[in-house]
């Protein structure tokens, strides 16, 4: 019987959270053997509604769910984690500036960069996913310096398993038959859902569908999936988040399948022409708790070109909290 590890999540009141926390209480994330102790932090005024989360949380008797700790105070929250999930973050409202959104956002992720830094496991796996989540990992991550840079990462999951989705259906083919796609870049409207090494039951994915449609119609839906969503649902994309988030923390602490791969953001390290340190999406294979990104594939002219825009972009959010001193 194994003992219980610490997962603590931020946001977790919120929709992603209402999905994701009976995900990985049920052991979708850490696999059916390994109990759980949730640690869940919230804004002061949303604890009352995370204590309805809880009972209902209690209320599912999950074998798995060791035990439950709430709090608004990261420190608390964050004691001796293992994993942590970042879904809380200061969405962009009307009318506000890209900086004014990531000053917002440092205010949140400064002090949880720091408390991770003081208090969470020393092999802590850190997952953002609040937006904007490449930066604001970038911004947890330069706050806690007593931690391995590797140990932050974003997510582009959501994107990933969109674009696995997308080319399914274009080709008639179970997603399982999908392999090797990959989302370089930003979790935004910039990212790249790149097809070059992806097959389809073994085939290469662009000789079964015209380029017209890979490069005009299916790299903009895979990109701009979360507004869709909004338009059709009236809200914003959650249960699939949670579900991408399950698949991100799954994979990098259980491991990729054999010659399979998929898309984590993570610090560049220089791979790809990608300028150091950015967090950025890269295809990854995952062992042993640890990730590697697929080194060797050839990069078109095509690719190039938009594997620069989306690392420009990041560039720019990264320029944006220098100045404000939120990052080295
Ligand atoms: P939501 O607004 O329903 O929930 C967010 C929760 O975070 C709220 O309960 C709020 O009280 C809490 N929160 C705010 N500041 C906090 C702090 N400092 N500490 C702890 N909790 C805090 O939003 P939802 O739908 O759950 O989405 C969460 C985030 O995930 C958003 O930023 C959204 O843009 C992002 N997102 C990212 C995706 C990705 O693919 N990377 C996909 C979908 C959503």
Request: charged content about 20%; proline content about 5%; some cysteine.
């Amino acid at each position: 019987n194994k003992e219980p590890v610490r997962v603590a999540v931020t946001g977790a009141a919120g929709q992603i959270g209402y999905s994701l926390l009976f995900r990985i209480a049920s052991g979708d994330m850490l696999g059916k053997d390994q109990p759980v102790i949730l640690q869940l932090l919230e804004v002061t005024p949303a604890l009352k509604a995370l204590q309805g989360v809880v009972m209902e949380l209690r209320d599912c008797a999950f074998p798995l769910l060791a035990d439950i700790v709430t709090s608004d105070d990261p420190n608390v929250a964050f004691k001796d984690a293992e994993y942590a999930l970042l879904v809380g973050a200061m969405p962009r409202k009307a009318g506000m500036e890209r900086g004014d959104l990531l000053s917002a956002n440092g205010g949140i992720f400064k002090p949880q960069g720091e408390a991770l830094n003081k208090v969470a496991s020393r092999d802590v796996k850190v997952l953002v996913v609040g937006n904007p989540a490449n930066t604001n990992a970038l911004i947890a991550q330069q706050n806690a310096p007593d931690l391995d840079p590797k140990q932050f990462t974003a997510m582009v999951r959501l994107d990933h398993n969109r674009a696995v989705s997308q080319l399914a259906e274009k080709t008639g083919q179970p997603v399982t038959a999908i392999e090797n796609l990959t989302i370089w870049g930003n979790h935004s409207s910039t990212q790249y859902p790149d097809l070059s090494a992806a097959t389809v039951d073994g085939k290469p994915a662009l000789d079964l569908v015209d380029r017209e449609w890979y490069e005009s119609q299916y790299i903009p839906t895979v990109a701009k999936r979360g507004a869709a969503i909004i338009e059709a649902r009236g809200a914003s994309s959650a249960a699939s988040a949670a579900s991408a988030a399950i698949d991100h923390m799954h994979d990098w602490a259980l491991g990729t399948p054999d010659g399979q791969w998929v898309s984590m953001g993570i610090p560049s390290d220089g791979s790809y022409g990608v300028p150091e340190g950015l967090i950025y999406g890269f295809p990854v294979k995952c062992r042993n708790g640890k990730y590697e990104i697929v080194q060797g594939l050839d990069i078109s002219d095509f690719s190039r070109g938009k594997m620069d825009a989306t690392a420009q972009e990041l560039q720019e959010e990264r320029d944006e909290v220098r100045k404000l001193g939120l990052v080295k």
